[in-house]
């Protein structure tokens, strides 16, 4: 089993930054990608941006240029850097990743989320 473990939401002003992290644990054979993902109240939940272990980056249009996705393989740690934050980026982000098994089996594992807040 894969822990995903979110931290950095809060609360910010338009116009601010915030930093989130995660960090997988447990047991772990082999990370495909790890990313972010959002759910806003009365929404469904749609793609922020994504990492492959290889470096490969998808982003959602609507944070292209804003956002930064990037990843420690070492430390199992995805990192979203969010500039300019809008009100419409309120929402719960979710971590995910994608992982493979020793019989090459690929499944994703989600965080608990964690709430960013743009509001002046």
């Known amino acids: 089993q894969v822990q995903l473990v979110e931290s950095g939401g809060g609360l910010v002003q338009p116009g601010g930054s915030l930093r989130l992290s995660c960090t997988a644990s447990?047991?772990?054979?082999?990370?495909?990608?790890m990313g972010w993902y959002r759910q806003a109240p009365g929404k469904q939940r749609e793609l922020v941006a994504t990492?492959?272990?290889?470096?490969?980056?998808k982003y959602a249009d609507s944070v292209e240029g804003r956002f930064t996705v990037s990843k420690d393989n070492a430390k199992n740690t995805v990192y979203l850097q969010m500039n300019s934050l809008e009100p419409e980026d309120t929402a719960v982000y979710l971590c995910n990743a994608n992982l493979r098994t020793v019989i090459s089996l690929t499944y994703d594992a989600w965080g608990q989320g964690t709430q960013v807040t743009v509001s002046s």
């Open positions: 990492i492959t272990n290889g470096g490969l980056i």
């Open positions: 447990g047991n772990i054979v082999t990370i495909v990608s």
